[in-house]
Each structure stands twice: as structure tokens, then as C-alpha cells.
């Protein structure tokens, strides 16, 4: 019976990374959200809900080691409370909220097999660099036969640009931060820093093509946290800074400024307004879904104004529990993970219309990385004080 219950043990953490996988992609070549949804329930969700009603939760730990997804769960508890007089609002909430929890119980369980996480982070890693090229081929054409640059677009539910650059560079990045780089170093500065060159420069093409300066905003948060903690920092920090100040005078920052200042300050002295005078200081505005801010926009377009807007200081404070608690603990632990997540962190300052929402490519730019980093540093607190909790579920 131990045995069974070991090879099942093995086999289920590897089976949730590659419905994960597919969970991801779907992205890229399902246009359908209910569709995309159902594979989540199906192959993912549902899995997981047996399992942890046949386990239990034991195997996760006690409450310090999971102190970051409590402040996230409290924060989701607040803002449903600001919800409850409109029930259809607040049900929908709840389930979101849920789900997600759902999506953190499986990562949870999947990291247990590691060997199956980074096949997975590979597998998504050549997905986006072949998305990557298609996009990139696309611009260069449309450049040499108009001599224009133009704002791709791919396809499904990554049509719109902003959240194909994010769910991209999270596959890049996430594959680069965990397990690219370590092997690059292991064959020499050199080959290193070449290494770490292609990858910024090729991450920057990606955010060019789909003239997405959230893309931008994320990559440099990442690189930035990652600098904290990265071997041969200083060079690597020295050869960025170069990059940076190249990209700056030769003009190739232009793509990205098409489409002008896209109406971000506007909007939020807007939704600021809007909250101050028609709205709850202390709930903020559940109700106004048929507001148009600055006349034209239906949300804030930025996930942490959206907060704000929508549960008032009670969702904004305890967000900002959880954040800073995240933000602290992570850089404590020197997270790879954490590193990566600061491309869903800082790509939703200037998008997306809160964060608790069902099945999105949200997820897979904020969550799954974010998850990700709660779930790396409770190992590495625990390998500090050597802990032994939360190791593995209970044979039974």
C-alpha cells in the first residue's frame, strides 16, 4: 500500500504540470474562455479538489508557512464583505477567489515533483520563443514592405498585445531565471553574460513587436529584482545600464511610443475622483460597473487602482498586507520566483481590471508566478530553521 501510495505520490504532482502546460497554451490556440475554462476544471481543478478532500491539508503546514496566501485569502474575505449588497457581485467574487485557491493547492502539490516543473517551465518556454518569432517575423515584413512599424497581434485569447507580451515574458523569463541561467554560469562568465544578453534583448524585441510598455515595466521590475540576488551583478547591472542607455539614443524606444500616453494619468485622476466624490471612502465602489472613466473606459486599467476603486481602503490595506509581506519575505529568501512574478507585478500598475478574477491570462502572468514564489520561500524558510512540516501529504 506504501508503495502504491508513493508511485501515486510521484505521478499526480507530474500529471498537474503538464495539465498545467496545457492549461497555458490553451491560451495561444483556444479563442473560447468557457473552453479554456473547462480544461482548467476538468484536467486541473476538479483533480485537485479530490485529492486535497481525500488528504486533507496537513501536508501543507501550519499557518507562519503559509502566512503570504492567508493575508492574499483575508484580502479576498475583506473585499467580498464590501460586496454583500449586491449578491450576484459578491458570488461571482467568491468564486474567483476560490478558483484561485484551487490554483495555489495545485501548485502546490505539482511542485512536489520539481523534475516535472521544469519540464513544464521548458515545454512553455519554447512555446512563447516560437510565438515570439511568428510576432517578430510578422513586424519585420510589415516594416520592410511600409517601412512602418505596426502593433502585432496574435491570436485566442492572446489577441490583445499587452497580455501576450506578459504571458510571454513569464514563459521566457520564468524558464531563464530558474533554470537557464544557473547553467549558464556553471559554464563561465562568458558564457554568461552572452547568454544574460540574448535574453534582454530578445525579451525587449517581444515588448517592440506588441508595443507594450506594461512589458516593458514588468522586464525591467524583474531584471531589477533579479540583479539583488544574481551572481556577477555588477556587470551584468553595468551591461543593462549600456542597453539601456542605447536604446534611449538610438531611438528604439519609438515603437513603443505610437500609441501615445494612452490616457493612464487621465483614467486614474479619474477613478480617484469618481471614489472620492460618488463612492465610499472606506468600501469604495461595488456598483458602478456602467461608469465610463474619462468618458470612453469601462475600468481603470491598472489592477491596484482597480482595488482601490472597487473595495475602497478596506480591499487597499489589506492588499497591502499581503503585498509587503510577499515583497519582504521574497527578498528575504532571494526567490527566483519572486523575481519572475515582478513581470505580472509591474505589468498591471498600467492594465487589467483588478486581480481576482476566473481563468485568465492573468494568471498565468500574476498567479502561477506569484504562487510560485509563496511556495519557494516556505521551502527555504523551512530548510533554515529545519522544519520538516509540510513535506508531504500523509500516506494514510
Same mark, same amino acid.
Given at each position: 500500500?506504501?508503495?502504491?501510495?508513493?508511485?501515486?505520490?510521484?505521478?499526480?504532482?507530474?500529471?498537474?504540470?503538464?495539465?498545467?502546460?496545457?492549461?497555458?497554451?490553451?491560451?495561444?490556440?483556444?479563442?473560447?474562455?468557457?473552453?479554456?475554462?473547462?480544461?482548467?476544471?476538468?484536467?486541473?481543478?476538479?483533480?485537485?479538489?479530490?485529492?486535497?478532500?481525500?488528504?486533507?491539508?496537513?501536508?501543507?503546514?501550519?499557518?507562519?508557512?503559509?502566512?503570504?496566501?492567508?493575508?492574499?485569502?483575508?484580502? +479576498?474575505?475583506? %473585499? *467580498?464583505?464590501?460586496?454583500? &449588497?449586491?449578491?450576484?457581485?459578491?458570488?461571482?467574487? @467568491?468564486?474567483?477567489? =476560490?478558483?484561485?485557491?484551487?490554483?495555489?493547492?495545485?501548485?502546490?502539490?505539482?511542485?512536489?515533483?520539481?523534475?516535472?516543473?521544469?519540464?513544464?517551465?521548458?515545454?512553455?518556454?519554447?512555446?512563447?520563443?516560437?510565438?515570439?518569432?511568428?510576432?517578430?517575423?510578422?513586424?519585420?515584413?510589415?516594416?520592410?514592405?511600409?517601412?512602418?512599424?505596426?502593433?502585432?497581434?496574435?491570436?485566442?485569447?492572446?489577441?490583445?498585445?499587452?497580455?501576450?507580451?506578459?504571458?510571454?515574458?513569464?514563459?521566457?523569463?520564468?524558464?531563464?531565471?530558474?533554470?537557464?541561467?544557473?547553467?549558464?554560469?556553471?559554464?563561465?562568465?562568458?558564457?554568461?553574460?552572452?547568454?544574460?544578453?540574448?535574453?534582454?534583448?530578445?525579451?525587449?524585441? +517581444?515588448?517592440? %513587436? *506588441?508595443?507594450?510598455?506594461? &512589458?516593458?515595466?514588468?522586464?525591467?521590475?524583474?531584471? @531589477?529584482?533579479?540583479? =539583488?540576488?544574481?551572481?556577477?551583478?555588477?556587470?551584468?547591472?553595468?551591461?543593462?545600464?549600456?542597453?539601456?542607455?542605447?536604446?534611449?539614443?538610438?531611438?528604439?524606444?519609438?515603437?513603443?511610443?505610437?500609441?501615445?500616453?494612452?490616457?493612464?494619468?487621465?483614467?486614474?485622476?479619474?477613478?480617484?475622483?469618481?471614489?472620492?466624490?460618488?463612492?465610499?471612502?472606506?468600501?469604495?465602489?461595488?456598483?458602478?460597473?456602467?461608469?465610463?472613466?474619462?468618458?470612453?473606459?469601462?475600468?481603470?486599467?491598472?489592477?491596484?487602482?482597480?482595488?482601490?476603486?472597487?473595495?475602497?481602503?478596506?480591499?487597499?490595506?489589506?492588499?497591502?498586507?499581503?503585498?509587503?509581506?510577499?515583497?519582504?519575505?521574497?527578498?528575504?529568501?532571494?526567490? +527566483?520566483?519572486?523575481?519572475?512574478?515582478?513581470?505580472?507585478?509591474?505589468?498591471?500598475?498600467?492594465?487589467?481590471?483588478?486581480?481576482?478574477?476566473?481563468?485568465?491570462?492573468?494568471?498565468?502572468?500574476?498567479?502561477?508566478?506569484?504562487?510560485?514564489?509563496?511556495?519557494?520561500?516556505?521551502?527555504?524558510?523551512?530548510?533554515?530553521?529545519?522544519?520538516?512540516?509540510?513535506?508531504?501529504?500523509?500516506?494514510?
Amino acid at each position: 500500500m506504501s508503495d502504491q501510495h508513493n508511485r501515486y505520490w510521484d505521478e499526480f504532482p507530474a500529471y498537474l504540470s503538464v495539465a498545467l502546460g496545457v492549461f497555458i497554451c490553451s491560451f495561444f490556440t483556444v479563442d473560447s474562455s468557457k473552453a479554456i475554462n473547462n480544461l482548467y476544471y476538468v484536467f486541473f481543478g476538479i483533480p485537485v479538489v479530490f485529492f486535497v478532500f481525500k488528504k486533507g491539508f496537513r501536508w501543507l503546514g501550519g499557518v507562519k508557512q503559509n502566512l503570504p496566501i492567508i493575508l492574499l485569502f483575508l484580502h +479576498v474575505t475583506f %473585499v *467580498f464583505l464590501t460586496k454583500i &449588497g449586491n449578491p450576484d457581485a459578491a458570488f461571482d467574487y @467568491l468564486k474567483n477567489g =476560490l478558483y484561485l485557491a484551487v490554483l495555489w493547492l495545485g501548485l502546490e502539490i505539482s511542485y512536489q515533483n520539481e523534475k516535472g516543473v521544469a519540464l513544464l517551465w521548458r515545454f512553455v518556454a519554447a512555446i512563447c520563443f516560437a510565438a515570439s518569432l511568428w510576432a517578430m517575423a510578422e513586424w519585420l515584413v510589415v516594416y520592410l514592405h511600409s517601412n512602418s512599424v505596426s502593433r502585432i497581434s496574435l491570436y485566442a485569447k492572446a489577441s490583445n498585445p499587452v497580455h501576450a507580451s506578459l504571458l510571454i515574458l513569464i514563459g521566457w523569463l520564468g524558464y531563464w531565471f530558474k533554470y537557464g541561467f544557473p547553467i549558464a554560469i556553471e559554464r563561465g562568465k562568458g558564457h554568461y553574460i552572452a547568454t544574460l544578453i540574448f535574453v534582454v534583448v530578445f525579451a525587449f524585441g +517581444v515588448c517592440v %513587436v *506588441f508595443q507594450s510598455r506594461s &512589458g516593458v515595466i514588468g522586464l525591467v521590475a524583474a531584471m @531589477l529584482v533579479w540583479l =539583488l540576488a544574481a551572481k556577477h551583478r555588477r556587470i551584468a547591472a553595468f551591461l543593462l545600464v549600456c542597453g539601456a542607455i542605447v536604446v534611449w539614443l538610438s531611438g528604439l524606444y519609438d515603437p513603443l511610443m505610437q500609441r501615445g500616453g494612452s490616457y493612464r494619468t487621465e483614467i486614474w485622476l479619474d477613478a480617484l475622483q469618481h471614489l472620492a466624490s460618488e463612492c465610499s471612502i472606506l468600501f469604495g465602489c461595488p456598483d458602478d460597473e456602467n461608469y465610463m472613466y474619462v468618458g470612453q473606459f469601462n475600468h481603470p486599467h491598472s489592477a491596484y487602482f482597480s482595488i482601490l476603486v472597487d473595495s475602497g481602503i478596506t480591499g487597499a490595506i489589506s492588499f497591502a498586507a499581503f503585498a509587503l509581506f510577499y515583497l519582504r519575505t521574497s527578498l528575504r529568501t532571494s526567490s +527566483v520566483w519572486f523575481a519572475v512574478s515582478m513581470v505580472g507585478w509591474g505589468g498591471v500598475l498600467a492594465t487589467s481590471n483588478g486581480l481576482i478574477e476566473s481563468p485568465r491570462p492573468l494568471w498565468v502572468y500574476f498567479w502561477i508566478p506569484t504562487f510560485l514564489a509563496a511556495i519557494e520561500m516556505k521551502r527555504r524558510l523551512n530548510a533554515e530553521f529545519g522544519s520538516t512540516t509540510a513535506a508531504k501529504p500523509p500516506s494514510n
